[in-house]
């Protein structure tokens, strides 16, 4: 299916991808200068040539002091590039989320032909989360709300990020979006080092993977849905 919207969240998602990197290259460098060093050459060269992630993204505490920690705090050396990263992983969930109810709708209710279906579509409105809930429950009987697969984990030492639920976790991170769309700057995230915007989208990535994964087997397959609460 040329409009996959797995495939096309994973498009995103490389190109996401390619962000990460320069802030890790950015952050081995801002590192360096703090220490005095010369960078990490042949870690770089692997991140740029191997398209791979260091340490960095993963984890502070094993890369860095605490007042190396602080000197970003205090800088903002990754703050935008991190927010950027947030940003575009919510986003890029979100239309993944939007490509699912059409797939699922037609093929639910098939009209004789494809215009009317599309306009059916039409009068379907999709712009927050709140209409994404009220709109998959109405027509899919899926509970976008309840759907908490305890495989869709955050990473612990990003400590602005740990939503007790998956739900919880895309309302903040729409909350994230709303405010880098409209003041250019995300207020509620304390966003310091990569290992900050890299829970975000592997947050992400888990919940699409596995998202698909359930909810494809529901409509396509018909079996029961695992780690959803009851319908309401």
Same mark, same amino acid.
């Given at each position: 299916?040329?409009?996959n919207?797995?495939?096309?969240?994973e498009?995103?998602?490389?190109?996401?991808?390619?962000?990460?990197?320069?802030?890790?290259?950015?952050?081995?460098?801002?590192?360096?200068?703090?220490?005095? +060093?010369?960078p #990490?050459?042949?870690?770089? *060269?692997?991140? $740029?040539k191997e398209?791979e992630?260091?340490?960095?993204?993963?984890?502070?505490?094993?890369t860095?002091?605490?007042? +190396?920690? #602080?000197?970003? #705090?205090?800088?903002g050396?990754?703050?935008s590039?991190?927010?950027?990263? $947030?940003?575009?992983?919510?986003?890029?969930?979100?239309a993944?989320?939007?490509?699912?109810?059409?797939?699922y709708?037609?093929?639910?209710?098939?009209?004789? #032909?494809?215009?009317?279906?599309?306009?059916?579509?039409?009068?379907i409105?999709?712009?927050?989360?709140? %209409?994404? %809930?009220?709109?998959?429950?109405?027509?899919?009987?899926?509970?976008?709300?309840?759907?908490?697969?305890?495989?869709?984990?955050?990473?612990? +030492?990003? +400590?602005w990020?740990?939503?007790?639920t998956?739900?919880?976790g895309?309302?903040?991170?729409?909350?994230?979006?709303?405010?880098?769309?409209?003041? *250019?700057?995300i207020?509620s995230?304390?966003?310091?080092?990569?290992v900050?915007?890299?829970s975000?989208?592997?947050?992400?990535?888990?919940?699409? !993977?596995?998202f698909?994964?359930?909810?494809?087997?529901?409509?396509?397959?018909?079996?029961? $849905?695992?780690?959803?609460?009851t !319908?309401?």
């Amino acid at each position: 299916m040329a409009d996959n919207p797995h495939q096309l969240f994973e498009i995103t998602c490389g190109s996401i991808l390619s962000l990460i990197r320069c802030a890790d290259i950015y952050g081995i460098h801002a590192i360096s200068l703090f220490r005095g +060093e010369s960078p #990490d050459l042949p870690l770089i *060269g692997r991140i $740029v040539k191997e398209k791979e992630v260091s340490l960095h993204a993963h984890s502070w505490q094993w890369t860095m002091r605490r007042e +190396e920690y #602080d000197e970003f #705090d205090n800088d903002g050396h990754l703050r935008s590039m991190c927010e950027h990263i $947030v940003f575009s992983s919510y986003v890029a969930v979100e239309a993944y989320l939007k490509g699912k109810f059409k797939e699922y709708f037609d093929h639910m209710y098939k009209a004789p #032909d494809q215009e009317r279906q599309d306009l059916l579509l039409k009068r379907i409105t999709l712009r927050s989360l709140q %209409e994404f %809930e009220e709109q998959y429950r109405k027509y899919l009987r899926i509970n976008l709300a309840d759907f908490n697969h305890p495989q869709v984990s955050t990473y612990a +030492e990003a +400590e602005w990020f740990n939503p007790t639920t998956s739900w919880q976790g895309l309302k903040q991170l729409e909350q994230c979006r709303n405010q880098l769309a409209h003041s *250019g700057r995300i207020n509620s995230a304390r966003l310091v080092v990569l290992v900050d915007a890299m829970s975000v989208f592997q947050f992400c990535r888990r919940y699409v !993977m596995l998202f698909d994964a359930n909810y494809d087997s529901y409509i396509y397959q018909g079996r029961a $849905v695992k780690h959803e609460g009851t !319908m309401k």
